[in-house]
């Protein structure tokens, strides 16, 4: 159950080196989110994301998929220490796995991803990392950028859209160029400044659609 005042408490799901998460914790830190990282739950034991939260005195934790588990196992291991932790949401910080539905309807609204493309373009299953910037540049598009959208249940990267940025695709641009100009200039300020409005009470779903206060 969600805490409707005081502090947000953020569980982020980690998959890799953690840069937006970091961008998230120095927010929470200089006061800019009117909320804390509670948990940090990583899908890979070798993450380094894993050393940002111990830095912070951050509880970590990894639920992977190793050893024959299964998704359904793994989720429910999330979905304890969630709840262990009474989280208000949880923040998809280049995390790679896939949630299953039951774990998001717990959380139903309240589960946030950041995608690197212009959502619904460039979404699902085969669009994450460089995939997505390569496909970008192949296809000669004009502009790219990033997204942020809650998760949605029956499909990838296709949960309600809460905000857009986009810059042009330089002639020059590499995939390591396009993804490093817009992580650098889109993804940390855009996905701060969601957390931060969702936080502040700006941001809420009614009847399918969001609705953002700016």
Do not use: W
């Amino acid at each position: 159950m969600s805490n409707n005042t005081g502090k947000k408490r953020l569980a982020v799901l980690v998959s890799g080196g953690g840069t937006n998460m970091q961008s998230i914790i120095d927010a929470t830190e200089r006061g800019e989110i009117d909320g804390s990282v509670v948990v940090v739950i990583s899908s890979n034991e070798e993450a380094f994301a894993l050393k940002r939260a111990e830095k912070h005195n951050i509880p970590a934790f990894v639920c992977s998929l190793k050893n024959g588990v299964s998704r359904e196992e793994r989720d429910n291991k999330i979905l304890a220490l969630l709840d262990e932790y009474r989280a208000d949401y949880v923040i998809l910080a280049g995390y790679l796995g896939i949630l299953t539905d039951s774990l998001i309807a717990a959380y139903d609204n309240r589960i946030l991803n950041i995608h690197p493309a212009l959502l619904p373009a460039y979404g699902g299953k085969s669009f994450f990392g460089l995939n997505v910037h390569k496909a970008v540049i192949a296809d000669k598009c004009k502009y790219s950028g990033a997204t942020v959208h809650f998760v949605g249940r029956g499909g990838i990267d296709t949960g309600l859209i809460i905000a857009q940025e986009k810059l042009e695709v330089l002639p020059a641009d590499t995939p390591e160029s396009l993804q490093r100009r817009i992580l650098d200039n889109i993804e940390h300020k855009l996905f701060v400044r969601v957390i931060r409005d969702l936080c502040a009470g700006k941001i809420r779903v009614e009847k399918d659609k969001v609705i953002y206060d700016k």
